[in-house]
Every structure is written in C-alpha cells, then in structure tokens.
C-alpha cells in the first residue's frame, strides 16, 4: 500500500480501509494537528502512531498539510467516519464488534443503537475504570473480558494519547481483526454528545462549534496546538524548497 509522508507519519487514505474479516490484526489510528504536537512530546504516543498498520487523517489540518508538503490531495476521515465503515462491513458479512471504554450508560446507548442499525452484529462492551492508568490486574481483567468475546473489531475510546498508547503497550494480546482508537466517537454515535452537523464538517469548520462548546478542554489543542502545526508545516516547507 503506498503511504503519504506527513511531518514523519505515514498517513493512508480513506480507499484502503481494512477489511474487517481479515486475518491479520491491523490496528488503526488517527492524527489530527493537536496528535501531532503531542507525539512530538511523548515518545511513547509517537511510537504508537508511527506503528499503526493504517493513519488516518482526522482533521483538516493534515489534509492541508499533504497538500502543502506533497501537493497531493486527500479527504478527511474522521474516528466518526471510520467507526460508521467498519460496521458497515461487517454488518454485511455477519460478526462481533466489542467496545472498550466510557461509561455503562454510554455502552448500553450503543448496544441499543447498533441493535436496531446493524442487526447482523453481536456487541459486546467493557466500562473500565476512570483513572489515567490502569493496574495490572486490571489491564488483565480488560483483555480478558476482550479475548473470551473474540470480537472481529474492537474500538477503544479512552480519549488521546491514552487509548493508542494502551493498544499499543497491549495489542499483541489482544484477540481482534481490527483495533481502532476513536476517542469522542463512543459518545457521538450514542448520543451523549452531539456531534457538529454537515455544514461545518463541509466547511472543514467542525473544531469550531465543539471549541465553543467545550472550552476548557479543547482550547488548548485549537489555540496552541494548531498554531505550533501550521509553523512546523510552513518550517518544513522552506525545508524542502
């Protein structure tokens, strides 16, 4: 598969999502500007994108970045849009998918909600605990629960770095086709949170209405985060002339 180099990542295009009935475990990340800014800080969550069998690009910052750097254009393909095209590929072939992370409540919404959409999918589900790591017997506890479900898909959604950097540290013992970290995406498709609508995923405006909503915890990734991106693009830029 041919691979796009962006700031040292290999990011892949929406057209070659894996097939969630294959045989070989391919894990699944995404990137955004603010993944980026933080990889450069935490070897550990760098290692987990740079591993990923596929990158794909969850905002439109790297879009733009591609098309500066290697004047190639490519769509955005969110956690949302990756979560919505693997169900839909196994729901046509019949399989499991097990979610790790959120709450009870959050896990039954989506149990209730893939029921009626994707008849054709057994859901299986961990709530683990609120805390930033996990103990031993506690990640053994939850790749157990994973394992003895033998699912075709697992999403994690614990938020980022967190979730990649717990796939990575634990996915060669873990019992899945597909391992994808979609962070937000669990609360999006229950319902918890709303996502933005159309008009600003189309305007590649989507950060605009979450920041608004949400402040405190995503000004730093849209006010600091994006900035020190843009400069490393434009730095890299004047590199490569």
């Known amino acids: 598969m041919k691979t796009i180099d962006c700031l040292g990542y290999s990011v892949y295009s929406e057209n070659i999502l894996p097939s969630s009935m294959s045989k070989e475990k391919?894990?699944?990340?995404?990137?955004?500007?603010?993944?980026?800014?933080?990889?450069?800080?935490?070897s550990i969550y760098k290692k987990a994108l740079t591993n990923s069998?596929?990158?794909?690009?969850?905002?439109?910052?790297?879009?733009?970045?591609?098309?500066?750097l290697r004047h190639q254009k490519i769509k955005r393909f969110s956690g949302s849009d990756l979560h919505l095209s693997l169900l839909k590929q196994l729901n046509k072939a019949g399989g499991k998918v097990f979610y790790m992370g959120s709450s009870d409540s959050t896990l039954q919404m989506i149990y209730e909600k893939i029921k009626k959409e994707y008849p054709n999918i057994s859901v299986g589900s961990y709530p683990p605990p609120y805390k930033p790591v996990f103990t031993v017997e506690e990640n053994i506890q939850i790749i157990d629960?994973?394992?003895?479900?033998?699912?075709?898909?697992?999403?994690?959604?614990m938020t980022?770095?967190?979730?990649?950097?717990?796939?990575?540290?634990?996915?060669?013992?873990?019992?899945?086709?597909?391992?994808?970290?979609?962070g937000a995406v669990f609360d999006f498709y229950a319902g918890t949170i709303k996502r933005p609508g159309t008009f600003w995923i189309n305007l590649g405006l989507e950060w605009l209405p979450r920041l608004l909503r949400e402040p405190k915890r995503l000004w730093h990734r849209n006010l600091i985060s994006t900035p020190k991106f843009i400069w490393d693009v434009f730095v890299a830029k004047m590199n490569n002339r």
């Open 26 to 42: 391919i894990v699944v990340n995404t990137i955004n500007p603010h993944c980026y800014c933080e990889a450069k800080k935490d």
């Open 53 to 68: 069998d596929i990158l794909l690009p969850d905002g439109i910052g790297i879009v733009w970045a591609i098309k500066t």
């Open 145 to 157: 629960s994973i394992n003895e479900f033998n699912p075709d898909i697992l999403f994690v959604g």
């Open 160 to 182: 980022a770095p967190k979730q990649e950097k717990w796939v990575y540290e634990h996915k060669d013992h873990i019992n899945a086709n597909v391992i994808a970290s979609v």
